[in-house]
C-alpha cells in the first residue's frame, strides 16, 4: 500500500514562500509530482521529477517554484517562492500513472496567497 502525505502549507503573502513536503511509504516511483486544484478550476500538473533528477514546470511557476526529492528518504518537496495571489490552490502530491507503481495521490494541502 502506497501512502503519500504532505505537509508544509499555509497563509502567505504575496511574494513570500513556502516549502512543501511528501512523506511517501511504499515503494519508490520513478516519477513523482505536485499537481493543484484552485477554487472552480480543474486539476493541474505544477512539476515532476523523476528519480534522476530529471524537471518539468508550468509555465506559471517555472523559475519560482523548484522540485526536488530524497530517493533515500523517498520524499518530494516543493520550494515556492515569489508566491503570488493566482498560485493560492489546495496543492497535491501524487505518483502519475505513468509512474509504473500505479495511481497515488496524497490528502492535499492548502496553500493561501493574500495580495
Known amino acids: 500500500q502506497v501512502q503519500l502525505v504532505e505537509s508544509g502549507g499555509g497563509l502567505v503573502q504575496a511574494g513570500g514562500s513556502l516549502r512543501l513536503s511528501c512523506a511517501v511509504s511504499g515503494p519508490a516511483a520513478s516519477v513523482m509530482g505536485w499537481y493543484r486544484q484552485a477554487p472552480g478550476k480543474q486539476r493541474e500538473v505544477v512539476a515532476l521529477?523523476?528519480?534522476?533528477?530529471?524537471?518539468q514546470y508550468i509555465d506559471s511557476v517555472d523559475g519560482r517554484f523548484t522540485i526536488s526529492r530524497d530517493n533515500r528518504k523517498n520524499a518530494v518537496y516543493l520550494q515556492m517562492n515569489s508566491l503570488k495571489p493566482e498560485d493560492t490552490a489546495v496543492y497535491y502530491c501524487?505518483?502519475?500513472?505513468?509512474?509504473?507503481?500505479?495511481?497515488?495521490w496524497g490528502q492535499g494541502t492548502q496553500v493561501t496567497v493574500s495580495s
Open positions: 501524487s505518483i502519475p500513472a505513468w509512474s509504473g507503481i500505479g495511481e497515488y
Open positions: 521529477i523523476s528519480n534522476l533528477g530529471s524537471t
